[in-house]
């Protein structure tokens, strides 16, 4: 999965079970399974996304999805967006120690320059960071059109659908996909939600349906 840069995933997982640790991003009892549950589990989604593109990573906390994701995929165009700083200060020390082409934002991804920054992208990454409606309004303005969200999520994600989906789509959403990544390389494959970013020309009209006149009166 990672070739010849399998020994900086290397480097990562020390920092993670480390400085992480250390500094509150990863909690003690997740440093025996940071490989399968944490950092396997982000590289495969890969998997759904096409050579060169441009990956913006919001609420990154310790670089999940988005390191993995770039030590796999050395052609993707990595930006992890992060409100905190401890986390950033993080993320900074490896990118630099490791010589990654990663940038790190500063902010949330709603506020209007980090949509500056990072806007545009043909996919937004995300890891447990927000329940799918909220999620959707983060993600969805930072994409292109026909850009996709991606949220990494559990296997109740099609009820979170179901409940959430008339949101998602009055962000400009729609084409929902549940998808599984990783099999034959995980035990567990990865559950991702798929939605596209829609041109407004494409997006379900919000007015109501004008009443044609007479419509509804008897015949005479």
Same mark, same amino acid.
């Given at each position: 999965?990672?070739?010849? $840069?399998?020994?900086?995933?290397?480097?990562?997982?020390?920092?993670? *079970?480390?400085? &992480?640790?250390? !500094? &509150?991003?990863?909690?003690?009892?997740? =440093?025996?399974?940071?490989?399968?549950?944490?950092?396997?589990?982000?590289?495969?989604?890969?998997?759904?996304?096409?050579?060169?593109?441009?990956?913006?990573? /919001?609420?990154?906390?310790?670089?999940?999805? &988005?390191?993995?994701?770039?030590?796999?995929?050395?052609? +993707?165009?990595?930006?992890?967006?992060?409100?905190?700083? !401890? $986390?950033?200060?993080?993320?900074?020390?490896?990118?630099?120690?490791?010589?990654?082409?990663?940038?790190?934002?500063?902010?949330?991804?709603?506020?209007?320059?980090? /949509?500056?920054? *990072?806007?545009?992208?043909?996919?937004?990454?995300?890891?447990?960071?927000?329940?799918?409606? $909220?999620?959707? @309004?983060? %993600? =969805?303005?930072?994409? !292109?059109?026909?850009?996709?969200?991606?949220? #990494?999520?559990? %296997?109740?994600?099609? @009820?979170? +659908?179901?409940?959430?989906?008339?949101?998602?789509?009055?962000?400009?959403? &729609?084409?929902?996909? =549940? #998808?599984?990544?990783? *099999?034959?390389?995980?035990?567990?494959?990865?559950?991702?939600?798929?939605?596209?970013?829609?041109?407004?020309? @494409?997006?379900?009209?919000? $007015?109501?349906?004008?009443?044609?006149?007479?419509?509804?009166?008897? @015949?005479?």
């Amino acid at each position: 999965m990672f070739g010849e $840069r399998l020994g900086l995933v290397c480097d990562y997982w020390t920092a993670l *079970a480390t400085a &992480g640790v250390e !500094r &509150g991003l990863i909690g003690p009892r997740e =440093v025996p399974r940071l490989w399968e549950r944490h950092i396997l589990n982000c590289a495969v989604v890969g998997e759904l996304i096409g050579e060169g593109a441009s990956v913006v990573d /919001i609420g990154s906390g310790a670089g999940l999805p &988005g390191i993995p994701l770039a030590l796999a995929r050395p052609d +993707l165009r990595v930006t992890l967006v992060e409100p905190l700083l !401890r $986390r950033t200060v993080f993320l900074k020390e490896f990118i630099d120690a490791a010589g990654l082409a990663i940038t790190v934002v500063r902010g949330r991804a709603e506020q209007p320059g980090v /949509i500056r920054e *990072a806007g545009g992208a043909d996919v937004v990454t995300s890891r447990a960071v927000a329940p799918l409606a $909220r999620l959707a @309004e983060w %993600s =969805v303005p930072l994409l !292109r059109d026909h850009g996709h969200m991606l949220a #990494l999520k559990g %296997s109740s994600v099609g @009820e979170e +659908l179901e409940r959430d989906r008339a949101a998602v789509e009055r962000v400009g959403a &729609g084409n929902f996909a =549940v #998808l599984e990544c990783g *099999a034959g390389l995980v035990a567990t494959p990865t559950v991702v939600l798929s939605a596209e970013r829609l041109k407004r020309s @494409e997006r379900p009209s919000k $007015r109501p349906k004008k009443r044609i006149r007479g419509e509804g009166r008897a @015949e005479r």
